[in-house]
């Protein structure tokens, strides 16, 4: 043990030459002097370049998120993006950052290292959602682009998503080739700092224009907008991104009457009025509730730092604020999308949408009513985009995760919770010309088509006896699978890093045509479906659950979601034990 300390501290020791600025040569020396447990921490490994790219907690180090691992990290991409394209003279990047702490500089340094390597850069002057980086990219006819961002991490972190030409995030092989790229650059003297200024073009609010345009041609029911562009909408970007667009994007579409949470409006990478940035948590969402129930909005909205979530709250009969799960609200977009390319005659056999293998089997009942072809993806947007990019004869009506992501039409290839809320903004008031609210709506949904439910365990498991638990409850699930879940049978199987489903009636085993990873799911003869999978990011294993019932009558409601309350709870039981 003593020998690697003294190795670490070597490590350590790298970062004192003046390759490294005043103030990272300074902060070393303290970790050197005065804390051992944070060098170990710090320099123990390098960051490690996953298929997403970057993401860790910010400080000093090469386990670090800071300017230097950001740079070798680019230093990688930029070699790799002009060994893909020999053919263009010039290959361009487009890049974006968010809110949080020290997001800037770091996509500053990421201009710097691709403009010195002959690369040209579309930069934005200012900070900008995810879903428009990956717009631009398309725009601009790039061939990459970077987006400095760590989405709804706690605060401390930060982290860099790289992209293809197409928009959308890695996949193979580009994702493992990139990683092999980035493991060559072993120091920062490999790295070429020196900007090239006149590379770089600085992108700003016109650029949003064209974006929140396209965003407006979404439209299916202006006239609807029109007659209800009164409705009233509380907003908040908690202190991120989705400031910069949906405010402006709600006025130019026609809506007169959004409330922003204005505490929340102002940008801050430390989010001092949350204690997590993210609207999948009912406390985030807080301020906004309390701010609807100033103002009696119809619909409150909250989108996560880098504006590709969304969270919704609607007002239920009694006038009570009820927050949707991302199930609950890919469910509304999808019915009304499809409703409205029904009515409006736009369906011409080649349209589709897109799901991921842990979301709810609702959105492909009601694909089904209309004829619309279906695919499922594994977890991950990035396969999303990937469906669109390998379907280019077909139409992508819309898709979505139950992780608050949605996307519709295909300008952009990531999830785009911008778009999402014109176009939740846009459901309220067609339904409101049906004299309904969304609630009403997503009741009337589940009468037609069955009521779904689902909810997530997420189990953590520190360290590396944590990962030997995991592996081990998997490996027990795969090889042991129970015959029976909560007195249900187990009819199928699925064995996504086998590639095979198992059909326990007939005892029939069938191909899954899709890439390979460690996801395994059991559907019973009830129709409950549970997905698990060890996270790719944290050290947690999930527990995807998903059951369903028959709503005969609207006014059964209540009892029935008790019902489904008391099974998804009894299936939480289950598995933590």
């Not at 300390?5 to 970062?15: F, L, P």
């Not at 390098?46 to 300017?67: A, Q």
């Not at 974006?96 to 201009?111: G, H, L, P, V, W």
């Not at 407006?216 to 908040?236: A, C, E, N």
Request: proline share 3%; hydrophobic share 35%; aromatic share 10%.
């Amino acid at each position: 043990m003593k020998s690697e300390n003294t190795e670490i501290v070597e490590r350590a020791k790298a970062w004192l030459s003046d390759q490294y600025d005043a103030t990272t040569r300074k902060q070393v020396q303290d970790l050197i002097d005065n804390n051992p447990e944070e060098l170990l921490e710090s320099f123990y490994k390098n960051l490690e370049f996953g298929t997403g790219g970057l993401r860790g907690i910010m400080g000093v180090g090469t386990n670090r998120m800071n300017t230097y691992t950001v740079a070798m990290a680019t230093q990688g991409f930029a070699n790799y993006i002009k060994k893909m394209f020999p053919e263009v003279e010039q290959p361009k990047v487009a890049i974006a950052y968010d809110c949080r702490n020290n997001s800037k500089e770091f996509a500053k340094a990421t201009a710097d290292v691709m403009s010195a390597n002959g690369i040209r850069v579309y930069i934005f002057n200012d900070l900008r959602p995810t879903p428009e980086l990956s717009f631009a990219i398309r725009e601009l006819k790039c061939q990459a682009g970077v987006v400095v961002t760590a989405s709804h991490n706690p605060k401390e972190y930060n982290g860099y998503k790289a992209y293809w030409e197409d928009g959308g995030q890695l996949v193979s092989p580009h994702d493992k080739n990139v990683i092999a790229e980035v493991e060559k650059i072993t120091d920062i003297s490999m790295v070429n700092f020196k900007a090239n200024e006149s590379l770089i073009e600085y992108l700003n609010e016109q650029f949003d224009e064209i974006y929140i345009d396209k965003i407006i041609g979404l439209s299916l029911s202006p006239k609807s907008i029109d007659k209800h562009k009164d409705m009233t909408f509380v907003y908040t970007p908690i202190h991120g991104t989705g400031g910069q667009i949906i405010p402006r994007l709600f006025a130019k579409a026609g809506f007169n009457n959004v409330c922003c949470v204005e505490e929340q409006m102002i940008v801050d990478g430390n989010f001092p009025t949350v204690v997590s940035p993210n609207p999948e948590e009912k406390a985030a969402m807080t301020m906004a509730i309390e701010k609807a129930k100033e103002v009696n909005a119809d619909v409150v909205l909250a989108t996560d730092p880098d504006a590709d979530r969304v969270g919704i709250a609607v007002k239920d009969e009694n006038g009570e604020y009820v927050l949707l799960n991302g199930n609950q609200t890919a469910t509304i977009l999808t019915y009304y999308l499809l409703t409205r390319w029904y009515e409006l005659g736009k369906f011409k056999g080649k349209e589709y949408i897109v799901k991921t293998i842990v979301t709810t089997e609702l959105l492909f009942d009601i694909a089904n009513k209309f004829s619309v072809k279906k695919f499922d993806v594994l977890t991950g947007f990035k396969f999303i985009a990937d469906k669109i990019l390998n379907n280019p004869d077909m139409t992508f009506i819309g898709g979505g995760e139950e992780s608050y992501g949605f996307l519709i039409g295909d300008f952009v290839r990531d999830k785009d919770a911008n778009s999402a809320c014109f176009m939740i903004a846009e459901v309220a008031a067609w339904a409101a010309e049906h004299n309904k609210s969304l609630y009403q709506m997503l009741k009337e949904i589940y009468k037609e088509f069955g009521f779904y439910k689902e909810s997530l365990l997420s189990l953590t498991k520190k360290g590396i006896s944590g990962n030997e638990e995991i592996k081990n409850m998997m490996y027990k699930f795969r090889t042991n699978p129970p015959k029976y879940i909560l007195g249900s049978r187990i009819v199928e199987i699925k064995d996504y890093k086998l590639g095979i489903c198992k059909d326990n009636n007939i005892g029939i085993e069938t191909v899954i045509n899709l890439p390979k990873s460690d996801v395994l799911q059991f559907i019973t003869e009830d129709g409950t479906k549970i997905s698990i999978r060890p996270s790719g990011t944290e050290p947690k294993i999930k527990f995807y659950f998903g059951t369903k019932a028959k709503l005969n009558d609207i006014n059964d409601f209540d009892n029935v979601n008790k019902e489904l309350d008391f099974r998804l709870g009894e299936l939480s039981k289950l598995f933590s034990e």
